[in-house]
């Protein structure tokens, strides 16, 4: 029987399914490959776009704490000429409210803190957009929690401009007000109060500290989206 055999059919036969096996293997790969290009081109949108979101987003929250931060400025000014500082009247009440503001950040990376979460991130190639990518999101993250270190702090502050024990002004911590302990201040106990003035000069620098901080970030943010676009682009 073996030699009824037509052998060079039977080595061709084998070659065609060999060839065939390979050529499929290759061709699944190809899709494989081609549909992973698709996803990271796709997460690089996304997180480009939210990138430039939260850019311009942070340049209004900038601009909002800038005029907090004047403000702050201008009421610690303000206070230390007792008699200018009496005529402001509802003048100083709005600067009180003012400094007290803090708003809080919301912007975020949310597609590239996904990406990093759930391992997709590893369908981008470039090693140095990937570490990118992964030193933005933290410095995002840390901003919220550099604003809860911040207010913490400021809301002392302007508890003790705001607030005074019946015997002697106290710096009043966090959820520490009892309306039958402090009265609010008023102006005549307010101005030209050395005490009061050195409170709200902290809050002032406290303030620009934190305008400064923020500076810092848009141009890391800055920095991040000249990196991704160029990467986009090629």
Not at 99 to 114: C, G, M, V, W
Request: charged share 20%; aromatic share 8%.
């Amino acid at each position: 029987h073996v030699k009824d055999q037509n052998w060079f059919a039977v080595g061709l036969d084998f070659v065609i399914v060999v060839v065939g096996v390979f050529i499929g293997i290759q061709v699944a790969n190809w899709n494989d490959a081609r549909a992973d290009r698709g996803q990271a081109a796709d997460l690089m949108t996304r997180i480009v776009s939210e990138a430039t979101t939260a850019r311009s987003e942070m340049s209004r929250y900038i601009e909002v704490h800038q005029g907090i931060s004047d403000d702050a400025a201008r009421f610690a000014l303000a206070l230390k000429d007792k008699d200018s500082c009496m005529a402001m009247g509802n003048e100083l009440t709005i600067l009180i409210i003012s400094i007290a503001d803090f708003p809080p950040p919301r912007f975020s990376l949310a597609n590239a803190e996904q990406a990093l979460n759930t391992g997709s991130l590893s369908l981008i190639r470039s090693t140095s957009i990937r570490a990118n990518i992964q030193t933005m999101t933290d410095e995002m993250g840390f901003v919220d929690r550099q604003w809860q270190r911040y207010i913490r702090v400021k809301a002392q502050r302007v508890a003790g401009v705001s607030l005074t024990g019946r015997s002697e002004i106290v710096v009043v911590p966090m959820g520490g007000y009892d309306p039958g302990s402090y009265e609010l201040l008023t102006p005549g106990k307010i101005c030209g109060n050395t005490e009061i003035i050195g409170l709200a000069a902290n809050v002032a620098v406290l303030q620009a500290i934190y305008v400064d901080y923020l500076g810092q970030v848009a141009g890391a943010l800055d920095d991040y989206l000249a990196t991704l676009s160029e990467e986009t682009s090629t």
